[in-house]
């Protein structure tokens, strides 16, 4: 007869590391296939496998887990409340009762998820076949990630910062974005571009920014206006938009003005031009001189 894990006293977390990329409770639990799992707490699912209840959790490396003991069940309707931060830490197995319980238990949380197949491995070799797969696969990916850069403020920016930090980790290595920086400026703005969400714009500012490449000069739709506006710059086509083409123009044209520190001197007329700044264009640097004509009344008086 096989052995069941059975947690006797207070609630007891096990765990067993598992990373997200192989298993999303909230996806793998909710997907409309899985008939015996319903979500108790938020991100706590509870089920039935192998006779017994049990209760599932995950942090983005670990899958936690708790049994409940025959008496428990749900005849009195006992859960294990919501797994607290505090409470991630892994029970340590006290005793040869405890490791066999454990280890029947991950035994079977392994073959009901199946877990010895390699679920990433997979995703990336569909992916690498198939263009349409990969778009979808990656909406999937690492979303606690996203989701906590959301909340730091980057908005719409999480996701590409999560799409662009796995890139370089598993395409490059960690130590590639410092390698741009003994590239140059035209190779780093391009490989910077490869990246999901980088364009033009946002290449230059890492380019200008941390990469020690003082030529890039970042252009949006304020630097064109004020290209237009202060320095008569005109484009032959009308453009409404900044294509590629206006972009390299409108940064060729300012490189050609201020030199190799360009993207310097663009920085200081961007901030010059934000409406938080120009309280300081109205407070006089310097003592205006006198007109002429004061001079020589200023003379004359003497």
């Known amino acids: 007869m096989a052995k069941h894990a059975v947690l ?80 991630e830490e892994p029970v340590a197995v006290t005793s040869v009762q405890d490791r066999d319980d454990t280890e029947e238990a991950e035994r079977m949380l392994r073959d009901y998820f199946q877990l010895n197949v390699n679920f990433a491995d997979l995703c990336m070799s569909w992916g690498a076949a198939d263009p349409h797969f990969k778009r979808i696969a990656d909406t999937f990916k690492d979303s606690t990630v996203e989701e906590r850069l959301r909340g730091l403020g980057f ?33 780093a703005r391009e490989a910077l571009c490869t990246l999901p969400g980088v364009g033009n714009k946002v290449a230059d500012c890492a380019c200008l920014m941390s990469l020690d490449k003082a030529e890039a000069v970042p252009i949006d739709t304020h630097m064109w206006q004020i290209a237009k506006r202060d320095y008569n710059f005109t484009d032959n086509k009308k453009q409404k938009t900044i294509t590629d083409q206006l972009y390299r123009e409108i940064g060729d044209f300012f490189r050609n003005l201020w030199g190799p520190y360009a993207g310097w001197a663009q920085a200081v007329l961007f901030c010059a031009d934000l409406k938080r700044f120009q309280k300081l264009k109205e407070m006089p640097n310097l003592k205006q001189p006198k007109k002429e004509e004061d001079n020589v009344e200023d003379e004359s008086s003497m």
């Open 8 to 87: 006797k006293g207070p609630t007891i977390w096990r765990s067993l590391p598992c990373a997200k990329s192989e298993l999303r409770l909230d996806l793998t639990l909710a997907c409309g296939q899985s008939f015996r799992w319903r979500e108790t707490a938020e991100g706590h699912w509870t089920g039935v496998m192998g006779g017994r209840v049990w209760t599932l959790t995950q942090t983005d490396d670990t899958l936690l887990y708790y049994i409940y003991p025959n008496q428990d069940m749900q005849i009195e309707g006992k859960e294990p409340g919501a797994l607290k931060k505090e409470d």
């Open 155 to 187: 908005g719409y920016r999480a996701r590409f910062l999560q799409q662009s930090s796995k890139q370089i980790l598993d395409t490059h290595g960690l130590q590639w974005l410092d390698g741009l920086r003994s590239v140059s400026y035209l190779q």
